[in-house]
């Protein structure tokens, strides 16, 4: 409390969460306090940057307001988001899942157990336990990072997305050549699709068209699923378990760590790689910088 007797704190919160306030500057006015000041103490006294905790929140009530009988659409709209599009891929990346799948609960993960409380309230969950930043910060840029390639990828012509421009290159020996755009991108969705079902238990992916197109509507599918069983696993502290793929012939015995670890390291080489040949077709792109990637989703730049 200060010596005012108001919780600033709590008035800090109410500037984010309200309606009107859709971004740092807003939230800084509500709250009368500069945008330099007003990120850094919410960042100190609530460990989350104002903006992503306003998204994270309003991701919250959306899925409380559909699991009630409200429209996709409505929920988008309440949320902030100016597309159904938008907000599908935004909720779909949270939960696991896309908005018309009912959620289990409404509560996202949170650093700082500060969730979404109906009607239009907060709750602080006290013994909440933390998903380690390392892992949602690899797992994440990631994702996006991939997105924002197959997007790319769609201006490059179809011969010159084919094109074996780095002959000869195969970053893992058990998954065929990494010539072309075209197989690049293909790798970094299949290998998700593929540890997923072995970790799902499922059979192995079908064989699946690899034009941007499609690439980007199987990434869509597969990159809630994959963030979600990180999640999970994170949230078990399960990391030390083994699967058994079976998928494998003969079957493997893998530790979950080394699985993250395995597809991390990978599909970052291939996304730099994929940069490259993006560049030759004369496609502007970024460097791919995590630390880029984050200052973007907390509403840094």
């Not at 998204?55 to 009988?69: C, D, F, P, Q, S």
């Not at 699709?193 to 068209?209: H, R, T, V």
Request: proline share 7%; net charge negative; hydrophobic share 40%.
């Amino acid at each position: 409390m200060t010596e005012s007797g108001r919780d600033r704190l709590r008035e800090l919160l109410d500037a984010v969460l309200d309606e009107d306030h859709a971004t740092l500057a807003d939230m800084a006015g509500g709250a009368y306090a500069s945008p330099f000041h007003f990120n850094r103490r919410l960042r100190r006294d609530a460990g989350e940057p104002p903006v992503a905790m306003r998204r994270r929140v309003m991701l919250e009530r959306a899925a409380w307001r559909i699991a009630g009988g409200s429209s996709v659409t409505d929920a988008a709209f309440e949320a902030g988001y100016e597309s159904v599009e938008g907000f599908a891929r935004a909720y779909s990346r949270a939960f696991g899942h896309p908005p018309s799948t009912p959620a289990s609960g409404h509560w996202l993960p949170a650093p700082n157990g500060i969730h979404f409380h109906p009607p239009m309230s907060l709750w602080v969950q006290s013994t909440e336990q933390r998903v380690n930043p390392i892992t949602e910060h690899l797992v994440r840029h990631d994702l996006d990072d991939t997105r924002t390639l197959l997007d790319l990828a769609k201006g490059v012509p179809a011969d010159a997305y084919e094109a074996p421009l780095l002959p000869g290159m195969q970053v893992l020996g058990f998954d065929g050549p990494d010539e072309s755009l075209a197989q690049l991108l293909e790798h970094q969705v299949a290998t998700k699709e593929i540890w997923l079902a072995a970790i799902e238990g499922a059979d192995f992916p079908p064989a699946a068209g690899r034009d941007p197109a499609t690439l980007l509507s199987r990434h869509d599918e597969v990159a809630p699923r994959w963030l979600a069983t990180v999640r999970d696993l994170d949230a078990r502290g399960a990391w030390e378990d083994r699967l058994v793929d079976a998928l494998c012939d003969p079957p493997e015995s893998f530790v979950m760590v080394s699985v993250l670890a395995h597809v991390v390291t990978y599909s970052a080489a291939r996304r730099q790689l994929a940069r490259h040949i993006l560049l030759r077709n004369g496609v502007v792109v970024d460097d791919g910088d995590p630390i880029t990637w984050l200052r973007r989703q907390r509403g840094e730049e």
